[in-house]
């Protein structure tokens, strides 16, 4: 029989009797001309394909339902489709080129035949478990994933280094789950098609790297020649069978890529940036550019985003993180992002794509994703509705002073902590003043607490907001003439622990005089407030939605002594409960606990108005602290900043999401200097002196979490001026 005549029947035959068969004797003289590929392969009524995005795996039995035959034999109804449709595949690459030398032919025909056989096998098997071919939907997805090659390399890269090497995987995972079951003829026959599958990818690899460009490395060229919807993502399964890869010729590079390369294969993904410089963009405008440690910082921490994303979505970066760094974070139990760069990110657009993620909505965001935004699918975005001169406002620390002021004076308070009196001498004045000198406010910030409520601070305590030099000056009087001696002027917008002024000489120096009066003409207005004597810091993260505002918990918060960030962290209770830190100022407050938590709940409700107001929808982080005044006594300030974007709180709150049940946890950054003082030449040292020091221990299943230990979430030897690392400890004391 001539090859093309068995290929022809083969991919237009309706009956599986006809589609199976393959006589001994096949020869190729008569090749014939090239053939288009049909819109689908000829087949009995009952196995025409469902409609496409009808569900490829609905109904898909697990491993934990193989018990029952019935559910045994569905899976096998898969697995006869998949072999099914490869052998139409490879007698319609028989068909498309002709011309394609004879030994890759031959090699096509013989794989042709093994295909059959593992259909026959696998209908077989299935009669047995009671299931009969074509009762159940079928895919059509290989087909169409598939069918569209121009050339016999997309067919070796599409179908022998896609899914007949993903089938490395599934076939071994799936005669482990079989054998588990008891289903032992089952298992042995998953083991033989496993066998032939090596010689399979071995097959195409041999013709792929035949016909790849000199000088390209097998990924290279795999991740070229694959079209979306295919992506290196469907060439793997469960888990990376690297022993049966390597027994297929693939080489250490190409199987290590694999491991850790991730795109959606299906779920639209949504897309994930670190844009930590908005805030500048906003303050200064195009004219904005970071300072050269800002700038290497942010290049450090770039992937970032990788923490805060689900498996499969889009992280935009300059440079992809190595290849072994994300092994080691996949091995710590880390889901793997797919990563795309930025210089491409318009290329998204030709994607369905889920939500726009950046670390911040500001003018850069959105220059970037406004190609993006008419490819969403899980949100309607305009380039107004994403960042407007309102949705500016709420980055303003002037908005969150008066925010702060509102909800101070809100009759609705209720059982909730009220404010304080204010007082004449308090944190920062002169000491030892007696609770008798304390003057009462007027209006609603004369409230006196019910017994057992907590003590907030006084509305005098909040910052004010200026536009020019005598207001300024006048705000600094009135503040130290209520006993504050110390006083700290902010910009209004600013980058965290920049762009503020500490005055603690009794005088404001004319150089002090200049920088804000340079402020306010470059139109950059100016917060007043006293300097209080912190006790414990901390913050509380939101996530706005159309749905409201969530409280999703809370984190500790150290920073330095100009109020740059250092570290958060999180206990084991932090959806709900405040840190240990903050409840300790409280011990003596009956049902300080529940009290914090409510006030926090009645805070979201305020700002969920003012969010819907504006229409913005994402991560919120407000940042709050205790402080003691003068006569010794703690108070809470509930809203020191509120930043609209992504912080490294939020950050810490999703990673804890990895940790084991009971532990506590510690994100921080570690600069050059702690580099020093740990006598580490550089931060590749430096990780390896923790990881040495505290190794990590995982624990529980199907996903094993960290019990204790520390994980770098930057690359050690890609970072210049910061590394990010996360400690996980069954004990908050050394945290």
């Known amino acids: 029989m001539e090859l093309r005549d068995l290929a022809e029947r083969v991919l237009f035959a309706t009956t599986l ?28 009524q009952e196995l025409i394909f469902k409609p496409a ?32 449709l490869a052998t139409e595949l490879m007698a319609l690459v028989l068909l498309r080129f002709p011309d394609a030398p004879a030994a890759f032919r031959r090699g096509v ?87 032939d599958e090596i010689g399979h990818v071995a097959y195409g690899l041999k013709w792929f790297r035949r016909w790849k460009q000199p000088g390209q490395s097998d990924w290279e060229a795999f991740c070229q020649q694959l079209k979306f919807p295919l992506s290196p993502q469907r060439a793997k399964g469960v888990s990376l069978n690297v022993k049966g890869r390597r027994a297929a010729g693939l080489d250490a590079e190409f199987i290590a890529e694999l491991d850790v390369f991730a795109q959606s ?8 940036i670190f844009n930590p410089f908005s805030e500048g963009r906003i ?15 942010a290049r450090d921490l770039a992937a970032l985003p990788m923490f805060l994303c689900r ?63 008419g490819s969403l699918t899980g949100e309607v975005r305009t380039a107004e509705a994403s960042f407007n001169s309102d949705i500016a406002k709420l980055y303003s620390k002037a908005w969150s002073a008066e925010l702060l002021r ?49 003590t907030l601070c006084s509305v005098e305590e909040v910052g004010t907001a200026v536009d020019t030099l005598p207001a300024a ?40 005089r200049r920088w804000m009066e340079k402020s306010l003409e470059n139109g950059r207005p100016l917060v007043v407030e006293p300097w209080l004597e912190r006790i414990a810091d901390f913050s509380v993260q939101f996530e706005m939605s159309t749905g409201g505002l969530q409280l999703l918990g809370y984190t500790g918060l150290l920073t330095d002594t100009r109020g740059q960030f250092v570290a958060n962290t999180a206990a084991p209770q932090h959806t709900r409960a405040v840190p240990s830190a903050v409840l300790e100022c409280f011990r003596d407050h009956p049902g300080s606990p529940a009290l914090l938590h409510r006030l926090f709940l009645k805070l979201a409700t305020r700002l969920t108005a003012e969010l819907k107001t504006v229409g913005y929808l994402g991560p919120i982080g407000v940042d709050a602290f205790v402080y003691r005044d003068a006569v010794g006594e703690a108070r809470l300030k509930p809203v020191v900043e509120i930043n609209p974007r992504y912080t490294m709180g939020r950050l810490t709150l999703e990673l804890m999401k990895r940790t084991a049940p009971g532990t506590h946890g510690r994100f921080r950054l570690v600069n050059r200097a702690s580099l020093r003082a740990a006598s580490c030449e550089d931060f590749v040292a430096y990780s390896r002196l923790l990881c040495e020091a505290d190794p990590l221990r995982l624990e529980g299943a199907p996903v094993p979490k960290i019990r204790a230990g520390t994980v770098c979430l930057n690359d050690p030897e890609q970072a210049q001026a910061v590394l990010a690392v996360f400690e996980v400890l069954p004990q908050p004391k050394s945290l």
């Not at 090659?149 to 079989?178: C, I, K, W």
């Not at 705000?475 to 500490?502: D, M």
């Open 406 to 454: 509102a909800f101070l004076t809100d009759d609705g308070t209720g059982d909730a902590p009220v404010p304080a009196a204010s007082s004449r001498r308090v944190a920062g004045g002169a000491h030892g003043a007696a609770a008798s000198e304390r003057e009462p406010r007027t209006a609603a910030g004369s409230r006196r607490h019910d017994v057992g409520a907590l």
């Open 17 to 44: 009797e006809e589609k199976l068969q393959c006589p001994d004797t096949v020869t190729d003289e008569q090749p014939g001309a090239p053939l288009a590929a049909p819109a689908m392969p000829g087949r009995p």
């Open 109 to 195: 025909l013989q794989t042709l035949r093994d295909e059959q056989e593992h259909t026959r096998w696998y209908l077989a098997r299935m009669r047995a478990c009671g299931i009969t071919f074509g009762e159940l939907p079928v895919s059509g997805y290989f087909w169409r994933a598939v069918s569209g090659m121009g050339s016999p390399m997309d067919y070796v890269a599409g179908l022998s280094l896609t899914f007949e090497q993903a089938n490395l995987d599934f076939a071994r995972h799936f005669a482990r789950g079989f054998a588990a079951a008891g289903d032992a003829d089952t298992a042995k026959l998953l083991d033989q098609i496993y066998r």
């Open 283 to 297: 303050a200064q405008g195009r004219s904005f550019t970071p300072v050269k440690h800002q700038a290497q910082l």
């Open 265 to 272: 294969k299906g779920r639209t993904p949504s897309v994930f």
């Open 53 to 84: 995005g009808a569900g490829e795996k609905s109904g898909f039995p697990g491993l934990h339902r193989l018990d029952d035959e019935r559910e045994r034999g569905r899976l096998l109804h898969f697995f006869a489709n998949h072999e099914l």
């Open 311 to 373: 498996q499969d979505d889009v992280v935009l970066v300059e440079q992809r993180p190595a290849v072994e760094f994300l092994s080691a974070l996949k091995q710590a139990g880390f889901p793997l992002p797919e990563f795309a760069e930025r210089k491409n990110c318009s290329a998204l657009a030709a994607r369905k794509l889920g939500h726009l993620r950046p670390w911040a909505w500001g003018p850069d965001s959105v220059e970037l994703f406004a190609p993006l935004f």
């Open 473 to 512: 000056l006048d705000a600094i009087a009135a503040i130290r003439a209520r006993g504050h001696h110390r006083v700290v002027v902010k910009q209004a917008f600013g980058l965290a622990g920049h762009n503020a002024l500490r005055l603690w000489e009794p005088q404001v120096a004319e150089s002090q």
